[in-house]
């Protein structure tokens, strides 16, 4: 019976992966002349369509390399959509968008701003090429697709920044915007387009570098708007403007100012410089008289530096918080102060590191797994049912991700490191990572997926003639940081959780030889650890 329920429930989930890919039918990713595309590139595309009446349902589908913002009829709809490339090596996500309240009847205006991050990092696998994949569909049955109708240009605004720049291991670059070279309020509907060029047309869904399009898992950002910091301070003789933020958040500053052109403004946060490596800015460059400016490069930190040249009046300031969009449904409260506020930070914390993947916010935005393993633990608890999603695609990233030899690796999606730590895979696989979300969840979907890969990834490890865990350098042999560092205890103590997970997950699924073999390795690994570890108070290894 239990296999008769796994294959509708199997059935059902490949239907709507089936679906969801039909509604590209017909669509053709869209983008600039290959030989005019550059790293670090902003596209502006426009599309004009006509509603024969008001009230028309309309659901936007949507993807990108490598961000988005979406107008319609000149109002914000999507800030920073589209998730980072890789729900596997070779694929794109896409985002599903209601856009039925912002038409009306007669003509409208859909505009699409796209960054284009053009090389690879620790959380993004570059495709290589800028593009842009829509299908609207109206409930009239009206369907307008990308294609060469639509208009599009580079925007000439947007370049390159001073050095520094960021770490390797950021995709994203620092954002340089010469508002001498801006082009208005291109998102509005009124807006005189006849200079722009039809889009090129890049090869019908699906089609390389993008190839195939699976949906984002969980909803867009959660979005404050543009808000007021706590307090504000000049620093260092007038030169900086601090806005100071009621916690360490995720933001992009915003500026109103009266300036004569070409002066030079630069925005960052406290978090900066972490060592000596650096996370992303952005510069403004003044043109003449009022003006406005967003950073659309989220930064993250307890205050933004808004370093201030000679003869610019600021006007304004102020910030727009983005978060992952889940509600906190978990709580805490003692009668200690001091606990109470640990929980607040640490709750703050976990947020923090819930983004596209669940990573810090700073250094790397790097979904190590190890790390992971940690936070979703917090999420389970605290967190509302968004939450488990981004564990999930945690989860379905590793997998995956898997290579054909069986090796797991983190983090992922990654377009410059394939490197595995078997120590964190062994966690990632194991009762506190794999196993705890089904704990949670009840997911028995995902424990079928992930079954054959933790079963693949566990064969490649070995015991040796004493029932102990044969050293498995991977391809970084790291354990931890600091000194004194017990690897043999700690080899065999996550490889027996690991163990464990598998076995959970055979006896769920009904693979009674596999839950047999993982239970007799973990009797034996047990009893060699006693035999060879145990000093009587502590475990240890002999020979460290």
Same mark, same amino acid.
């Given at each position: 019976?239990?296999?008769?329920?796994?294959?509708?429930?199997?059935?059902?989930?490949?239907?709507?992966?089936?679906?969801?890919?039909?509604?590209? !039918?017909? $669509?053709?990713?869209?983008?600039?002349?290959?030989?005019?595309?550059?790293?670090?590139?902003?596209?502006?595309?426009? @599309?004009?369509?006509?509603?024969?009446?008001?009230?028309?349902?309309?659901?936007?589908?949507?993807?990108?390399?490598?961000?988005?913002?979406?107008?319609?009829?000149?109002?914000?709809?999507?800030?920073?959509?589209?998730?980072?490339?890789?729900?596997?090596? &070779?694929?794109?996500?896409?985002?599903?968008? !209601?856009?039925?309240?912002?038409?009306?009847?007669?003509?409208?205006?859909?505009?699409?701003?796209?960054?284009?991050?053009?090389?690879?990092?620790?959380?993004?696998?570059?495709?290589?090429? $800028?593009?842009?994949?829509?299908?609207?569909?109206?409930?009239?049955?009206?369907?307008?697709?990308?294609?060469?109708?639509?208009?599009?240009?580079?925007?000439? $605004?947007?370049?390159?920044?001073?050095?520094?720049?960021?770490?390797?291991?950021?995709?994203?670059?620092?954002?340089?915007?010469?508002?001498?070279?801006?082009?208005?309020?291109?998102?509005?509907?009124?807006?005189?387009?006849?200079?722009?060029?039809?889009?090129?047309?890049?090869?019908?869904?699906? &089609?390389?570098?993008?190839?195939?399009?699976?949906?984002?898992?969980?909803?867009?950002?959660?979005?404050?708007?543009?808000?007021?910091?706590?307090?504000?301070?000049?620093?260092?003789?007038?030169?900086?403007?601090?806005?100071?933020?009621?916690?360490?958040?995720?933001?992009?500053?915003?500026?109103?100012?009266?300036?004569?052109?070409?002066?030079?403004?630069?925005?960052?946060?406290?978090?900066?410089?972490?060592?000596?490596?650096?996370?992303?800015?952005?510069?403004?460059?003044?043109?003449?008289?009022?003006?406005?400016?967003?950073?659309?490069?989220?930064?993250?930190?307890?205050?933004?530096?808004?370093?201030?040249?000679?003869?610019?009046?600021?006007?304004?300031?102020?910030?727009?918080?983005?978060?992952?969009?889940?509600?906190?449904?978990?709580?805490?409260?003692?009668?200690?102060?001091?606990?109470?506020?640990?929980?607040?930070? $640490?709750?703050?914390?976990?947020?923090?590191?819930?983004?596209?993947?669940?990573?810090?916010?700073?250094?790397?935005?790097?979904?190590?797994?190890?790390?992971?393993?940690?936070?979703?633990?917090?999420?389970?608890?605290?967190?509302?049912?968004?939450?488990?999603?981004?564990?999930?695609?945690?989860?379905?990233?590793?997998? !995956?991700?898997?290579?054909?030899?069986?090796?797991?690796?983190?983090?992922?999606?990654?377009?410059?490191?394939? @490197?595995?730590?078997?120590?964190?895979?062994?966690?990632?696989?194991?009762?506190?990572?794999?196993?705890?979300?089904?704990?949670?969840?009840?997911?028995?979907?995902?424990?079928?997926?992930?079954?054959?890969?933790?079963?693949?990834?566990?064969?490649?490890?070995?015991?040796?003639?004493?029932?102990?865990?044969?050293?498995?350098?991977?391809?970084?042999?790291?354990?931890?940081?600091?000194?004194?560092?017990?690897?043999?205890?700690?080899?065999?103590?996550?490889?027996?959780?690991?163990?464990?997970?598998?076995?959970?997950?055979?006896?769920?699924?009904?693979?009674?030889?596999?839950?047999?073999?993982?239970?007799?390795?973990?009797? @034996?690994?047990?009893?060699?650890?006693?035999?060879?570890?145990?000093?009587?108070?502590?475990?240890?290894?002999?020979?460290?």
């Amino acid at each position: 019976m239990l296999k008769i329920i796994l294959s509708l429930f199997l059935l059902v989930y490949c239907s709507n992966l089936l679906w969801g890919n039909e509604v590209f !039918d017909k $669509a053709q990713w869209i983008s600039i002349p290959q030989e005019n595309a550059q790293p670090n590139q902003w596209l502006c595309f426009r @599309k004009h369509f006509n509603c024969a009446e008001q009230g028309v349902r309309a659901q936007l589908h949507v993807a990108v390399d490598s961000k988005y913002w979406l107008w319609v009829n000149g109002k914000l709809v999507v800030f920073e959509g589209g998730l980072k490339r890789g729900p596997n090596p &070779c694929d794109t996500y896409y985002d599903s968008v !209601d856009l039925t309240d912002y038409l009306h009847q007669g003509e409208n205006l859909i505009a699409v701003q796209v960054w284009f991050f053009g090389k690879d990092g620790f959380n993004h696998k570059n495709s290589g090429r $800028a593009g842009l994949l829509v299908d609207l569909d109206l409930s009239d049955g009206t369907k307008i697709v990308s294609d060469d109708s639509w208009l599009v240009r580079i925007h000439p $605004a947007f370049g390159e920044s001073l050095p520094p720049y960021p770490n390797f291991r950021f995709p994203e670059s620092n954002i340089h915007f010469d508002a001498r070279k801006d082009i208005g309020k291109w998102q509005n509907l009124s807006y005189n387009d006849s200079s722009w060029k039809k889009a090129v047309c890049c090869g019908e869904y699906p &089609c390389e570098p993008w190839n195939k399009v699976h949906k984002r898992p969980f909803p867009n950002w959660r979005d404050s708007g543009i808000i007021a910091y706590d307090s504000l301070s000049w620093m260092k003789q007038g030169q900086q403007l601090v806005g100071f933020l009621p916690r360490n958040i995720t933001v992009t500053p915003y500026i109103r100012l009266k300036a004569r052109p070409g002066l030079l403004i630069d925005m960052q946060t406290d978090n900066y410089k972490i060592g000596e490596e650096y996370t992303v800015r952005a510069e403004y460059v003044t043109t003449d008289g009022i003006q406005e400016f967003e950073a659309y490069n989220y930064m993250s930190g307890h205050s933004v530096i808004y370093t201030i040249p000679t003869g610019v009046e600021v006007l304004d300031v102020g910030y727009r918080e983005t978060r992952f969009d889940t509600d906190f449904v978990g709580s805490f409260h003692c009668n200690d102060d001091f606990y109470n506020v640990l929980w607040q930070k $640490a709750l703050n914390t976990m947020n923090l590191n819930m983004r596209d993947g669940i990573q810090d916010p700073d250094r790397e935005r790097s979904q190590w797994w190890g790390d992971a393993t940690i936070v979703i633990g917090e999420i389970f608890y605290a967190c509302d049912n968004n939450g488990k999603k981004a564990v999930r695609k945690a989860i379905e990233n590793l997998i !995956d991700w898997q290579k054909s030899d069986g090796v797991l690796f983190s983090p992922i999606p990654a377009g410059n490191w394939d @490197k595995e730590l078997p120590m964190q895979m062994l966690a990632s696989v194991g009762k506190y990572g794999f196993w705890n979300y089904f704990v949670y969840t009840g997911d028995t979907l995902l424990m079928k997926k992930a079954f054959p890969a933790v079963k693949k990834y566990l064969s490649l490890w070995n015991l040796d003639e004493r029932n102990l865990v044969i050293h498995r350098t991977g391809g970084w042999d790291w354990m931890d940081w600091g000194t004194d560092i017990d690897c043999r205890v700690l080899e065999n103590a996550w490889y027996s959780l690991a163990l464990e997970s598998l076995r959970n997950m055979a006896i769920l699924l009904g693979e009674n030889m596999v839950a047999k073999e993982c239970e007799g390795k973990m009797i @034996k690994i047990k009893s060699a650890v006693n035999k060879n570890f145990w000093t009587g108070t502590l475990y240890r290894d002999p020979f460290l």
